[in-house]
Every structure is written in C-alpha cells, then in structure tokens.
C-alpha cells in the first residue's frame, strides 16, 4: 500500500488525497478474494475511512479469518462497493524445509508456535526464537524475506527445529489479551510454557533447546532459562545493563546515526534521561511528564507500545543478575552497525558469564550489519537504509552452535 | 515485369524445372521441420528451466549465496543443463531463420553460463557453505566466481582485467572533459570550482519548477527523436517524486505500466530533503524515460517475435547498457545546450567509471574499502556525499554496477557493426531496442 500524494493524485487522475493507494496483491490473501487489484484506491473498510497505510493495518488487524467486512474502493475513477470476508494468513511452505503450525495453552491465553523442521530427520536440537519488544508477529507468511524468517530457515537447513514463538495477543493467538496490555513477566512465562510444550514433541532433542533471543528477546531468554532447561542462549542487539544506562548509551548512538552535532546529542541525552527518570522512577505517565518537560512526549511516547507494569517490570530487572545464574552456554552478538543496541552491554553480558561461569560465553560482533540483521555499514547507513539481511549472522550462530 | 520473364524461362525448361521444385521443396519441408524441432526444444527448455526453480538473481551477492540449492537439486540442474547442450550441438542452425539463430544461441548462452554457476555453486558446498561478508575475493576461487558475476550482470565476455583497465581508461577520458568544461566556465581553481557546484543554484525545490523542467526536456526530445531512432508512437510518461527516498536512494528510476500501481509508465526523480540537481536532469531523462528505458519498453511490445523465449529472460547489461548509451545522443536531442547540463552528463559518467576500477579492485584484487574510499577522493572532486553509498553498494551487489558501461560500449560495437553491415544509425538502434531481451554476447557475435 502507499499514500496517496499530491503526485499520486495528480498521475491517477483522484478527486482527493483520501485513501491508500493498493501497489500490488499477493495471490490467495484477502484482498485477491475480495477482487482488489493493482492501482485501487481503498478508502473504506466497515465504513471506517483508511488514509494511511498504518492506520489500515492497524484497523485490518483488528479482525480474525472469516470475519466479513465491507468496503470501498476507487477503481478507473468509479467508486466501487463490495463485501468479503477476512483471509486467515497462508502457511508458508518450502520443498526443503517441513512447516507446522501448532499452538499451546499458556498462561496467556492460546499461543501459536510455528515450526520449521528439517525434511526427513528424527529427532533434532531446536533453537527457539523470542523477538523484540514490538508488538509483532513473526507469522509473515507473505514476506519471507524477514530477517528473522531468513535466518531460522537457514538454521533449519542446517539441521536444527526452530521455533517461532508468537507474542501473546499478535498474529493467530487465541483468548490473550491484547499484546499491549500484557505484562514483561506475564509475556516470558508465555514462552516457558511454549518451551514445556515443544519439548514432548517426538522430533525435538528436549537436551538441546537453544534461545535466540533478539533485542528484548535477549533480556528474555536468561529468565526463561532459569525456569527451563536450556542449552544455550544466542543474545543479538540485546540489553545488558539497567535500562536507564541502556537509554543513556543508545541516545549517544541514536544521534551519531541522525548525524547530529556532538552538542545536540548531549542536549538530547540530558534531556531524554529526565524524561526517563520522570517515567520510570517517579512512575509518571508519559502525559504527566509532558506536562513537566514538552519534550518527554516525543520521547517517551514508544513506551506507551506496551503496558504500565510491562514497562516497570523491565526497570526492575538487573540484568546482568538474571544472566549470572545461566550456567549454559551463551553467544553474545552485536551487528557493528546496530545503534540501538550496545556494544558494550554485551560485553557486560559476556564478563559477567565468564565470571561466574568461566569459559562459557564468546562474544562476537557482526560486521557492517544493523540491529534487523540487515546490511548496513554504518550507523547513518542503518538509519537511513539498511539493506537485505546479512546471511553472515546465521554463518556465525552455525559455527558457534557446531562447538558449543 | 519479373513475373514474366520467369514464366518464359520455365516454359522452355520444364523437366529442370520439375526437379528443381522438388528440390525447392526438401529444402522447405527440411528447414520447416528444423524450425519446429527448434521451437519444440525452446518450448521444453522453457518448461524444464522452470520446474528446476532455479532461485532469481538477487542484487546482494550474499542473498544469492543463502539460496545455494543442496548438491541433489544442483545435479538434477546440471544433468538439464547437460542435455541442453548436448541437443544444442545436434541441431543444424543452417536451417535455421535469422531470428531462430539469435534464440539458439541465447539458450546455447544461458546453458553455458548455468554450468558455469553450478559449477561453482557445487565447489562452494564442498567447501562448507561460507558466505564471504566484504566482497567476493574472501573465497579461495574468488577469480572465478567474480568472472562468473561480471558475466552474469553484463552479459559480455569480458574479463576483470579489461573491467579495470576499461575503467581506469574511462576515468581519465571523463575527468579530461569536465577539465575543459571548468576552463571553458572560467575556472582556474578546481576547489572553488566543485564549491560552486554544490550552491542552491543547482538545485530546484520546488516540485512545479521540476516538473516544468521536465515536460520542457521531453518536448525537446521528441522534437529531435526521429533524427537517431526509429518512428514509433511514444505514449506520454508520468512524471513523479519517488516516494520515501532516501540517502541511499538513486537519482532516478523508471516504471512501466505493467510494474506500477499508477495506471500509466511513470518516471520517479530522486527529491531526498526536498531538492533536485538541475545539473542530471536531461541525462536522467534520457536515461530513464525517452530514448532510455521508458521507449526501450515501448519497442519490445512492438515486437512480433512470437518466441517462447521473448521476454523471458533478463539482462542487466542489455537494459542499463541501452540506457547508458543513449545519454551520449543528449547534443543531437536537442539538450546538454549549456555547460551545466553536459556537466551533469559526465559527472554521473565518471561515478559509473569509477565504480568499475573500485568494484574490480574490491573484489578481484582485495582492495580494502579504504583503499576504494581513497580511490574516489582522488579521482571524484564534489561527491563526497555519496561515497560511503556508491562504495557499500559495489560491495553487496557484485558485478551488477559494470553493467551500465560495460553494457553502453558494447552497445557501441554492435551498432558500428551495424554500421559496417551497411544499416543505417536509425536501423542500428531498431535493431537494439527489437532485441532487448538478449544477451550483449549474443547480439555482438552473431547478429
């Protein structure tokens, strides 16, 4: 989908900017069985006016498969009227790789795990992946082309189960709440019960469970292994220190990536910190602390993605603390391009393993790569745009895993 | 008149003339049924290529190397491309049509260059699958698989080698130019001179300005067309900001009907932070729209080759290297009337050179990204800005940045091969634009 500009309107000859331009139509989704094509303009669904492609997706997100809806499209200058029904997502398949789509029952609700199982093997080591702290779904059927997908099936290939272990609330899950209501604790004991449940499936080595924990899925997967028994934890573009000094550091690279003068990033540090320190420790809301300082709103405002306690909760955590009792094997990555996570939080990580535990965590870094695991060789360039995923990633967990 | 005079001369040689239809009419049933063996083996090398699901090139060698198939499915391909080439070498292209013998040889070319792919492909999982992260000189037989890329994106038989010494060569001529453009503006300091260049006065901002500029460019154009290309309609070519550019984001880009939501073929302008370089606008107008890509595309749908093969295939060099050569026509059609604008030409001509030195040097001889980082400061004066781009881009997308200049030369040759033929420049470029969807190999040795 695409907004519709002033270029826009002019090219297709549109009475007004309303609407979202639709680029193209994937085959057997909802909008090929509701007739949609290339160059409609949607305008409405349910009567709901859409003129944004976020606030169509926000507003298709809403709905389950076989909901109907209606709508209103501009097709040749004619304004068309129809009804349909909602499309559940495919299943993604491949000649090389067995998909299976299974959920469990967790404390959250019915959660989905998707699957992706090597072709003919019997019984395998699995690698669980736990995403970031967005409210997203790793179910995307219809672009495989995802970092995450891209990396797990390369892994699969290589003869490992690997598991997608849906955030509660997203994508197929049933009974949840919704993702952003729910808590950090309540979200991590979803995964240990997705973990319980994989491991009495016949194929999987129930020895040899591995985590990748992306981002704030890295901050996960040391507390999932407290109550699971895991192997090894991959951590990429994760946290390793509290999250005030987290902020404090990644504002440094935020505003080496924007390009902005030395002097602005420290106005921006020492402004963001206040901010930071109205929200987590005096626990104001982000409103509260917009009324004490007009930029907290700007700032603060991604935190209202997810919960109050889901937030508070994860300023709570010391994080090297929750790693120091994980006597598994652990790999700490950071993509030498990735400026929102740091590098010396995984050293941190890393120190603090070797400490407790000698030996057992390697830490490596990835290089010309950004926290997506996509190409990119600098922090500007992570910004700005980053390129395809990088393969080197799953080459550096590969080799890892072969000696761990 | 000449129908007369033949029927006299058969009258009076009857039984000859018996023997000769006869003879006539072998020749026909034979060449007919080695036309449709032909056709046959096209339509089953068609239908045989795509069971084989042979991945899409991507332009990031690294995605390429991820989708590497298993050592079965690269035998299942190379046993298809074996037999291809075996039933290739049985036919007897004598009796083949003129255009017959440009679609053998097309598949004779993707045979070739097919084994050669698995070929490598089958040694780089012997040797355990390692992506290399900063160019391709990182594999133990880097020299083959950079052979093989260049071939691939250009669709010439060239050599690394050449590549760079093409470069290097191409560098010179061009920095030669914008010399005498700098003395003829009367520029004495170089420094001053790029200084100058990066003014607001080069840059238009206003988006009805900018479009004006463009309407204006494709009036002249068409105006002076017919003088170097064949006459044909040009259906009128939308003219557009490309959406959510960024710093990465090339100068321009062009959409046929077919590729785009807008209902018509469109032309995209880079207007990253709201301005526009004044300086590229004829070149890019050339390049992407009219004589460039937008009428490329307009021909190919004028061609009556009914060959499964049409349009089935793609090759970078053949687009881009159309669209490149075509910029040098800017002073017949009517534009490069002021120094700025042939200004424009030769500087985005001598990133593209440059990007062949630096792209060989990267991954053919293990240049560090320094070193071509330096290469560019010592050879592209008021460019800075997009070094670190044009740099990271050569990296990731082996071979593909050659095939603008590699593809415009040999361009070049055909059309003076043309020449010597005793075709006219218009018939020369019909030629081309007719044949589109081949390889550059093809069309210089055989057409």
């Known amino acids: ?404 | 008149m000449v129908g007369t005079i033949l029927n006299k001369y058969f009258m009076k040689n009857k039984n000859y003339l018996h023997s000769v239809i006869f003879l006539v009419l072998i020749i026909f049933c034979n060449t007919q049924a080695q036309i449709i063996t032909f056709n046959k083996l096209c339509t089953d090398f068609i239908k045989g290529y795509n069971e084989l699901d042979i991945p899409a090139t991507d332009l990031d060698y690294k995605v390429n190397f991820s989708g590497i198939k298993s050592k079965d499915e690269l035998h299942k391909q190379e046993t298809f491309f074996l037999n291809y080439s075996k039933q290739l070498s049985k036919l007897d292209i004598r009796k083949l049509g003129v255009e017959e013998k440009l679609r053998y040889h097309q598949i004779n070319y993707e045979v070739n260059i097919n084994l050669e792919r698995i070929l490598l492909e089958k040694k780089w999982n012997l040797d355990g699958r390692k992506t290399p992260d900063n160019g391709l000189y990182q594999l133990s037989n880097y020299k083959d698989w950079y052979a093989y890329y260049i071939k691939h994106f250009t669709s010439v038989n060239i050599t690394p080698e050449e590549v760079f010494e093409m470069g290097e060569s191409e560098v010179k001529k061009i920095q030669t130019e914008i010399k005498k453009i700098q003395t003829s503006l009367g520029y004495i300091d170089e420094d001053s001179f790029f200084k100058y260049l990066q003014s607001d006065t080069f840059y238009l901002s206003d988006k009805e300005q900018i479009l004006n500029a463009y309407a204006q460019i494709d009036q002249t154009v068409r105006k002076n067309l017919y003088k170097l290309f064949p006459q044909i309609d040009i259906p009128q070519i939308g003219v557009m900001e490309w959406p959510d550019a960024t710093a990465s984001t090339p100068p321009g880009m062009y959409l046929d009907k077919a590729n785009n939501p807008y209902g018509k073929d469109i032309f995209q302008y880079n207007f990253y932070r709201q301005k526009h370089n004044t300086r590229a606008m004829e070149w890019l107008y050339m390049h992407e729209a009219i004589p460039g890509h937008h009428l490329q595309f307009v021909m190919r749908n004028t061609n009556s080759d009914s060959s499964i093969l049409r349009n089935n295939f793609f090759y970078f060099g053949n687009a881009e290297g159309w669209a490149c050569y075509v910029e040098d026509y800017g002073k017949e059609m009517g534009l490069y009337q002021n120094n700025y604008s042939y200004l424009g030409k030769w500087q985005w001509d001598l990133v593209r050179s440059a990007r062949l030195v630096m792209e060989v040097g990267i991954h053919y001889y293990g240049w560090s990204r320094e070193k071509a980082m330096q290469y560019w400061k010592d050879n592209i004066k008021g460019q800075d800005e997009i070094a670190d781009r044009e740099i990271t881009r050569i990296t990731n997308w082996a071979g593909q940045a050659l095939c603008y200049k590699a593809g415009a030369l040999t361009m070049k040759k055909i059309v003076k091969q043309k020449l010597k033929q005793g075709n006219s420049i218009i018939e020369a470029h019909q030629f081309l634009l007719l044949h589109s969807d081949f390889p550059l190999e093809v069309l210089l040795n055989w057409a």
């Open chain 1, 1 to 404: 989908m695409e907004q519709i500009t002033e270029d826009v309107k002019r090219i297709m000859e549109l009475s007004s900017l309303k609407g979202v331009l639709i680029k193209g139509v994937i085959s057997n989704t909802t909008a090929t069985q509701a007739g949609f094509k290339k160059g409609d303009v949607l305008l409405k669904i349910n009567g709901k006016e859409v003129n944004t492609t976020t606030e169509t997706m926000k507003l298709i997100s809403t709905y389950k498969g076989g909901d109907e809806f209606t709508y209103e499209i501009i097709r040749d200058k004619k304004i068309i009227q129809g009804k349909s029904v909602f499309k559940a997502l495919p299943f993604e398949e491949y000649t090389d790789i067995d998909m299976q789509y299974t959920a469990t029952e967790t404390v959250n609700g019915i959660q989905r795990i998707i699957l992706s199982k090597p072709k003919n093997k019997v019984k395998v080591p699995a690698i669980v992946f736990i995403g970031g702290i967005g409210c997203y779904s790793l179910d995307t059927p219809l672009d495989t082309n995802k970092s995450e997908t891209k990396l797990l099936n390369t892994l699969t290939r290589a003869g490992y189960v690997c598991i997608r272990a849906e955030k509660p609330g997203v994508g197929d899950n049933m009974n949840c709440k919704p993702c952003n209501e729910i808590s950090f604790n309540e979200e991590l004991n979803g995964y240990v019960n997705v973990i319980k449940a994989i491991k009495k499936y016949d194929y999987v080595d129930s020895n040899q469970i591995y985590i990748i924990g992306h981002s704030m899925g890295g901050v996960m997967a040391p507390l999932i292994a407290k109550q699971s028994n895991i192997k090894g934890i991959i951590a990429y573009g994760t946290i390793g220190s509290n999250f005030i000094e987290y902020l404090a550091k990644t504002r440094r690279t935020i505003g080496e990536a924007y390009k902005w003068n030395p002097d602005e990033t420290d106005a921006y540090i020492k402004e963001y910190c206040e901010c930071a320190f109205y929200y987590f420790v005096e626990k104001m809301t982000t409103s509260e602390a917009a009324a004490k300082k007009e930029t907290c709103k700007d700032y603060l405002s991604i935190f209202d993605y997810r919960s109050r306690k889901y937030n508070n909760e994860l300023y709570e955590l010391n994080i090297p603390g929750a790693w120091k009792s994980f006597a598994g094997k652990a790999l700490l990555m950071w993509g030498e391009s990735d400026y929102i996570s740091s590098k010396e939080d995984h050293q941190i990580i890393t120190q603090t393993i070797n400490t407790y535990h000698p030996g057992n965590a390697e830490f490596v870094t990835v290089k010309a790569t950004e926290h997506g695991m996509k190409d990119a060789i600098t922090f500007q360039q992570a910004q700005t745009a980053p390129g395809s995923y990088n393969p080197v990633v799953a080459a550096q967990i590969l080799q890892w895993l072969a000696q761990s």
